[in-house]
């Protein structure tokens, strides 16, 4: 064989290595996009994570945004409009959940969750369920606009307008980002600057490798901050799934890590395929707010 079809046949091995780490994921849903943005904004979409830095950029279904000393507004296809303050870590969603014990129904529903800083969202013209939530409470909302923040141990909402349905504990009113410090000691955003920080000193294949690990570690970190406190048990369902499939991703990905020839340790990388957010979930009892 020779060595031009040998570097083609390493090249297409690796390709397939990829596939086989997002086992079963599809292409991932586009549901917004990044219509503006000032300072330093990075994103993780599917395991690659990088900063934002123009206008335009497609955003989906399981997309975490994250905002430095800077801003981002997100605009949905429906028209409605997610702005993030300074030293802010969010994720979007937008998938049908059933819910009800003897009568399923279905729904598709829009969470946006802040897992620390503070966001403010107005919903669109679509029938979508708008839900907004911090790692241990959820508001549904009707035609509003409103407020929601997390700083490590409370949960705050300042609604502007419109009407909510609550789980979980909220501090209700105006309130202060709660910036710097609280993202400082926030372990999502923590991980996310962990994994950009890999991610640029990225130079070969192993380097992209551990970028894609450190990815999976902060999709892990959300999934169990979600898990571990949310009061809906949708929440909690869906983050149960998302934690199996990573742990099994971190496992292949820390293999190969492992069994990567040396000769492709500084050669070039290429792009990845997006990680699955998992499946619609079912519930057993109507605890997501808002239902139709």
């Not at 969603?93 to 969750?113: I, V």
Request: charged share 20%; glycine share 8%; aromatic share 8%.
């Amino acid at each position: 064989m020779g060595s031009k079809l040998k570097v083609m046949f390493v090249f297409f091995v690796v390709c397939m290595g990829v596939f086989i780490i997002a086992n079963g994921a599809i292409a991932a849903k586009p549901i917004a996009k990044v219509t503006a943005f000032k300072g330093e904004v990075i994103l993780l979409s599917g395991i690659q994570v990088k900063a934002i830095t123009q206008t335009g950029v497609v955003l989906n279904d399981g997309d975490k945004l994250q905002t430095k000393n800077g801003e981002a507004e997100v605009t949905f296809d429906d028209g409605a409009v997610m702005k993030l303050n300074p030293f802010t870590a969010s994720m979007i969603e937008e998938r049908e959940e059933e819910a009800g014990w003897l009568f399923k129904t279905k729904t598709t529903a829009r969470r946006l969750t802040v897992f620390v800083g503070k966001l403010f969202f107005s919903s669109g013209s679509s029938n979508k369920q708008n839900i907004l939530q911090t790692p241990s409470a959820v508001c549904g909302l009707r035609g509003s606009k409103g407020e929601i923040g997390y700083n490590n141990y409370q949960s705050f909402l300042n609604m502007i307008e419109g009407q909510t349905q609550l789980l979980g504990q909220f501090v209700k009113g105006v309130f202060d980002n709660p910036g710097v410090d609280a993202a400082l000691k926030n372990r999502l955003y923590q991980a996310l600057l962990s994994a950009h920080e890999a991610y640029n000193k990225a130079e070969g294949q192993q380097d992209v490798y551990v970028a894609q690990k450190a990815a999976l570690e902060a999709i892990q970190v959300a999934a169990l901050e979600l898990k571990d406190k949310n009061p809906d048990q949708a929440v909690s369902l869906n983050a149960d799934q998302t934690l199996t499939q990573t742990k099994t991703l971190l496992e292949q990905t820390e293999k190969k890590i492992q069994e990567t020839p040396k000769e492709m340790r500084r050669q070039q990388s290429f792009p990845t395929i997006p990680l699955s957010t998992g499946q619609p979930t079912t519930t057993n009892k109507p605890v997501s707010p808002i239902r139709r």
